[in-house]
């Protein structure tokens, strides 16, 4: 069974910075994109980051400058670094990963989400 956690949420003042981790355990072969989403109250999950296993990267327009994605394969673990935060990046953050099973067959696996608040 793989399953994706995350960690690392919680209160932040606006300007600070939080460090988020989504670790993937289980039988996997290999694990292609990786990447953050977010929803914030009352609005629609969106992409926030996201990196191949190359490590090509891609990012939300508002989060450009303030947030870096990274990935370290050894330990299948994704990171997102938030800096500068403003209030408007409050929001329940989910880590995405499409993952090789040993079958090769791939498939979508999401973390139960991981809330982050930023304060005034």
């Known amino acids: 069974q793989v399953q994706l956690v995350e960690s690392g949420g919680g209160l932040v003042q606006a300007g600070g910075s939080l460090r988020l981790s989504c670790a993937a355990s289980g039988i996997i072969s290999s694990i292609n994109t990786m990447e953050w989403y977010r929803q914030p109250p009352g609005k629609q999950r969106e992409l926030v980051a996201g990196?191949?296993?190359?490590?090509?990267?891609n990012y939300l327009d508002s989060v450009k400058g303030r947030f870096t994605i990274s990935r370290d394969n050894a330990k299948k673990t994704a990171y997102l670094q938030m800096n500068s935060l403003k209030l408007e990046d409050t929001a329940v953050y989910f880590c995405y990963a499409n993952i090789r099973s040993t079958s090769r067959r791939q498939y979508d696996y999401w973390g139960q989400g991981t809330q982050v608040t930023v304060s005034s």
């Open positions: 990196i191949t296993s190359g490590g090509t990267t």
